[in-house]
């Protein structure tokens, strides 16, 4: 079983960075695909990027150039470095843990959640 714990969120003004972590226990860390999710109001849960085991990575368009995720295999954590923050950018982030690249891009392609962490950037 696969516990993920997210921290790093907060109260932002806009232009501004936070970088998320997700520490993971339990499991084979280094074999997952990791995804960091969001959840806006009103919105459904979108990906906002992952990473495999081999450091391959996948952005949302909105975010490209502006977020960067990463993990260290060592610590079983990865992260989501967050700059040029925006108001859209608010939302409640997930990091979420699966086996397969194929179907990680999907909500449904994974099986293990974190609780969440709250990102609200000012305007």
């Known amino acids: 079983q696969v516990q993920l714990v997210e921290s790093g969120g907060g109260l932002v003004q806009a232009g501004g960075s936070l970088r998320l972590s997700c520490a993971a226990s339990?499991?084979?860390?280094?074999?997952?695909?990791m995804g960091w999710f969001r959840q806006a109001p009103g919105k459904e849960r979108e990906l906002v990027a992952r990473i495999n085991s081999h450091s391959k990575t996948y952005y949302t368009d909105s975010v490209k150039g502006r977020f960067t995720i990463s993990r260290d295999n060592a610590r079983n954590t990865v992260y989501l470095q967050m700059n040029s923050l925006n108001p859209e950018d608010t939302a409640v982030y997930y990091c979420?843990?699966?086996?397969?690249?194929?179907?990680?891009?999907?909500?449904?392609?994974?099986?293990?959640w974190g609780q969440g962490t709250q990102v609200t950037v000012s305007s």
């Open positions: 339990g499991g084979t860390f280094s074999s997952y695909v």
């Open positions: 979420a843990a699966t086996t397969y690249w194929l179907g990680s891009s999907r909500e449904s392609g994974y099986g293990y």
